[in-house]
């Protein structure tokens, strides 16, 4: 029941982006993997989509390669919410949410089953009110949701998300956490790359800390959330406190030279 | 999901009836009338009919079919919808193909003609996946489509500066021109199957286009195989491009046009699109050459002509209606 990579090595333009990294996620779990720009969570997260083909390691779903499925098969198990939403025609709502389907549906369309998914989906992202919305038209919340649904839609055991809140305001980043942290919750493995450490913290079960193309530290919030390594991975120095209501806070205070 | 969508199903239904009347028309309209009664006699005017207005009403049909249907996949697959089947490059050099026939004067033989531009195509093709490689990458793809267009138009444009007699410069200006005129059942006999055959492929990749409309990573994700993708949107328009300019020569702005007009109708999915595209296109191309055909000129106007004229005005109206909204 787990996502793994082991002796992962990712070379692109003669600069190493992943340097023989090892790792593990597992269900029902929510990790959150943070670092740097640059430190190489946008290409782990790809290779573990099987975007990207490593030069050297192994990526398993409860020891199968990713590399040897074919295609629909790796989507069943995999969904991914790439980091920016790049949308190309002014479709529906209900249309992209049914686009996650594809890796389930056969060449003549969508069954009973499909459209059963698909509504499930919009309403766990709240979209059944905008479902005849075209998607260009929606404001960075909305549009956010229903990018999740999507995904949600394709019922994948593994969910890996780049930078779900990005362009989102505070309330709809608790939205979107707390669906992941629900999806989790239902026995699905998630992933989400991260740069808020307060929502990091707050959200996951585990972290996984980068640096440089490599793991520099993995384990629990409260092994891993502290001020060295916090340092070590960004070069600032974090205060780590906890708010009223028991959630962790943790704030950059200032760039260590 | 599928092609064949539900939703567009009533739009599909209303392009089919128009088409089938306005092949009707093509079929009555001409320099002779011939009453319906006397369509299927033995007389000399039921042999316009049979050997003229139906071949040339078909292959109007399914060139304007093939190349509605090749630029609104060529629209999805650049996730552009500025993009036209020209782009690949594939139209330029099956007209090469076409030239260098003429070029040599083996057009005296009917067949060698569109035999010699289907291989120009073929050529283009494959040259096409040469140059872009096995990455599926869309930006290269692009570059070397406008590579392959510039190199073919540029060698055309060689061919008829070096041609051997003023004639023979004079019959390839006139046959880039594009037209349907004298188009027999040799024509049709070789263009329609590969043209249906094109269509297939074209087909095919709808859901992938759908899948590409939330970015390349997304439809990567989903299992869907960039470059499969490619091979079958180059076949797919390399055969029905082909085809189309081996029989009719180049006739431009179809591919560009005809998905435009259908997308307010059929919505944005790109599978959606493919459809009424192709009905659409058959539709705008029969009618027009029926118009050039009644239109009081000295000779007759060629088709690649008339739809260049059309292009122009349909894009203004399209850039003031942009404006606006841009205001």
């Known amino acids: 029941m787990s996502l793994a990579f082991e002796n992962t090595s990712l070379t692109l333009r003669n600069r190493k982006i992943l340097d023989d990294v090892s790792g593990l996620f597992k269900r029902g779990r929510v990790t959150v993997i943070l670092g740097a720009n640059g430190a190489g969570k946008s290409s782990l997260l790809s290779c573990l989509a099987g975007l990207r083909q ?120 608790f939205d979107v956490l707390d669906k992941l942290k629900n999806y989790a919750a239902a026995g699905n493995g998630v992933v989400i790359v991260l740069h808020d450490l307060t929502q990091a913290a707050r959200c996951a079960d585990d972290i996984m800390i980068m640096k440089d193309g490599a793991i520099l530290a993995a384990g629990s919030r409260d092994e891993v959330i502290v001020p060295d390594i916090m340092a070590q991975a960004y070069g600032v120095e974090v205060q780590i406190s906890t708010s009223d209501n028991g959630e962790p806070l943790v704030v950059p205070v200032r760039r260590l030279r | 999901m599928s092609w064949l969508d539900r939703k567009t199903l009533w739009l599909n239904g209303l392009l089919l009836i128009g088409l089938i009347v306005t092949m009707l028309l093509s079929l009555a309209v001409g320099k002779v009338s011939v009453a319906p009664s006397a369509w299927l006699g033995d007389d000399l005017s039921a042999l316009i009919i049979m050997e003229l207005r139906v071949p040339r009403t078909i292959l109007g049909a399914a060139i304007g079919a093939a190349l509605g249907m090749a630029g609104a996949t060529m629209q999805g697959y650049l996730r552009n919808p500025l993009a036209d089947p020209g782009v690949f490059g594939v139209s330029a050099s099956s007209a090469l193909g076409a030239v260098t026939s003429l070029y040599f004067g083996f057009a005296m033989t009917a067949w060698l003609l569109p035999v010699f531009a289907l291989i120009g195509a073929g050529i283009g093709m494959a040259l096409l996946t040469l140059l872009a490689g096995r990455s599926g990458s869309l930006i290269l793809f692009t570059l070397a489509g406008v590579i392959l ?60 286009l759908d899948a590409l409309t939330l970015g390349e990573d997304a439809a990567r994700s989903m299992g869907v195989n960039i470059l499969h993708l490619q091979w079958f949107a180059v076949i797919g328009v390399g055969l ?40 659409a296109g058959a539709l705008l191309l029969v009618g027009a050459d029926s118009a050039v055909r009644i239109l009081p000129s000295v000779s007759e106007l060629r088709l690649g002509i008339a739809m260049s004229l059309l292009g122009a005005p349909f894009f203004m109206a399209l850039l003031f209606k942009m404006r606006r909204e841009l205001n």
């Open chain 2, 240 to 279: 029905t491009v082909g085809a189309s300019v081996a029989a009719a020569g180049i006739i431009g702005f179809v591919g560009l046009i005809v998905p435009h007009l259908v997308r307010p109708f059929a919505g944005h999915r790109p599978s959606a699109v493919l459809l009424p595209s192709a009905l």
């Open chain 2, 149 to 208: 267009s510039s190199l073919a138009g540029s060698l055309t444009s060689l061919m008829i500066s070096l041609a051997p007699t003023p004639f023979a410069t004079t019959e390839i200006v006139t046959w880039l021109m594009g037209a349907l005129t004298d188009r027999s059942w040799d024509d049709v006999k070789l263009a329609v199957p590969i043209i249906a055959i094109g269509m297939l492929f074209l087909i095919a990749t709808g859901r992938s």
């Open chain 1, 54 to 173: 490593p030069q050297t390691g192994r990526i398993t779903v409860d020891d199968r390669s990713i590399h040897e499925m074919e295609g629909k098969e790796r989507g069943r198990l995999i969904g991914l919410l790439p980091q920016r939403p790049d949308i190309h025609w002014n479709i529906d709502v209900k249309t992209v949410v049914g686009l996650g389907r594809l890796p389930h549906s056969g060449r003549w369309g969508m069954n009973a089953a499909d459209h059963e998914a698909v509504a499930k989906a919009m309403e766990a992202t709240d979209c059944t009110g905008l479902a005849e919305r075209k998607v260009l038209r929606l404001s960075g919340g909305e549009l956010g949701r229903v990018l999740l649904g999507r995904v949600l839609a394709g019922e994948p055991q593994w969910l890996l998300a780049d930078e779900p809140l990005a362009s989102l305001d505070p309330a709809h980043q």
